[in-house]
């Protein structure tokens, strides 16, 4: 089957962006190089076709029922333009996705999930709304998506773009009528600095693409460093750091599992595996050698396998060699005494947190 491609693909193509197929789309992976593109979003502005990601609407009389009966976060009387981080997950505690919930009006949400997971998680979603008054509806073909990233993206997104967002607090969004069409507009990101992400059809989102291009104030980026950055700051990718065989208390993210509220999907295993401890989580690693753990090596304690690696790099912004990893519970005590296997030989490292990088969010 042929990958999908986004609105922006034949400018991307144009400026000879390395493609490379991710989540069922050809996408950019880089443009000049990963390394000046993750520096360009933590210093000044950068820009990321995020088109591949998914978007369906839930509406009605039950709305919020049941996106609390399905999301682990609790968007109870949240106040429109609020916006939630979190998960979906199976019955045994297991993650489906994880995505942002936007509260778009009184009985309107809007769920943004990751783009390899669109047709699972529209499928899922579509099978657990039996017995609930919604309305649901899939519109990832119809919204492309930009995110502009960085110290600058405020400035970019109103002095460029001629769009007004100085007023949103993190997290938050709003809509506007722009050539004719809707728009949302949310401070919201995926690279651990300041940023903006912004829907709307795909004629609107090529047109914003060739005013950001023609600006000279900001770098266009790919995933690679997309990937670069979010790790960095411990921010968990789907696949890697959370999947249907790690739950979010595994990952380390139960503050966006609220066990108080009502039943949701997943809530006893979660609650069980919370009170008991999960048998292995989601940790950071530090080696001490230049050596770059990768996603599958093997973590040893004292010779023995005690886990395995699930995203690693030479961290661009600290130098060091660096990776989160799923290891034991026994063995994931922070200052523990780890190796990582990297092909033939072993390389000493410790565990630290998972955030290697502080967060530049605008509070």
């Not at 009966?69 to 199976?90: E, L, Q, R, S």
């Not at 829907?199 to 460093?225: N, V």
């Amino acid at each position: 089957m042929e990958n999908k491609k986004t609105c922006l693909y034949d400018k991307h193509v144009a400026l000879g962006a390395l493609i490379s197929p991710f989540g069922g789309f050809d996408m950019p992976i880089q443009y000049s190089s990963i390394i000046e593109e993750h520096n360009a979003v933590r210093q000044h502005c950068g820009v990321f076709d995020v088109s591949h990601m998914g978007e369906v609407t839930v509406k009605g009389k039950d709305a919020e029922k049941f996106v609390n009966y399905i999301f682990t976060n609790d968007v109870t009387d949240a106040p429109i333009g609020k916006i939630y981080y979190g998960m979906m997950c199976y019955e045994n505690g297991g993650t489906v996705d994880d995505m942002l919930v936007y509260k778009m009006g009184e009985q309107h949400f809007f769920l943004v999930p990751n783009a390899a997971n669109v047709d699972k998680d529209w499928a899922w979603i579509q099978e657990n709304a039996k017995g609930f008054d919604v309305e649901l509806e899939n519109l990832s073909e119809q919204y492309g998506e930009l995110a502009i990233q960085g110290p600058e993206a405020e400035v970019v997104v109103e002095e460029v773009l001629g769009i007004p967002c100085k007023e949103l607090v993190f997290y938050t969004c709003k809509t506007l009528e722009l050539n004719g069409g809707e728009v949302i507009i949310s401070r919201t990101g995926y690279t651990g600095e300041d940023g903006f992400e912004i829907y709307g059809s795909h004629d609107f989102i090529r047109e914003q693409w060739d005013k950001l291009m023609a600006s000279g104030r900001c770098l266009p980026c790919g995933l690679g460093c997309r990937d670069t950055l979010r790790f960095e700051v411990g921010l968990p990718l789907y696949g890697d750091e959370l999947s249907a065989d790690i739950t979010p208390v595994m990952a380390g993210l139960s503050m966006f599992v609220k066990l108080d509220k009502e039943n949701f999907i997943g809530k006893e295993a979660l609650a069980a595996q919370k009170a008991e401890g999960p048998k292995q989580r989601v940790i950071g690693i530090e080696l001490k050698d230049k050596a770059i753990p990768r996603h599958g090596y093997a973590v040893l304690f004292e010779g023995e396998k005690v886990g395995e690696v699930t995203t690693g790099y030479n961290s661009i912004s600290t130098g060091k060699s660096v990776c989160m990893a799923l290891v034991d519970t026994a063995h994931a005590k922070l200052g523990t005494e780890v190796a990582v296997q990297i092909r033939k030989k072993v390389f000493p490292g410790v565990i630290v947190k998972k955030k290697f990088y502080d967060k530049h969010y605008k509070k």
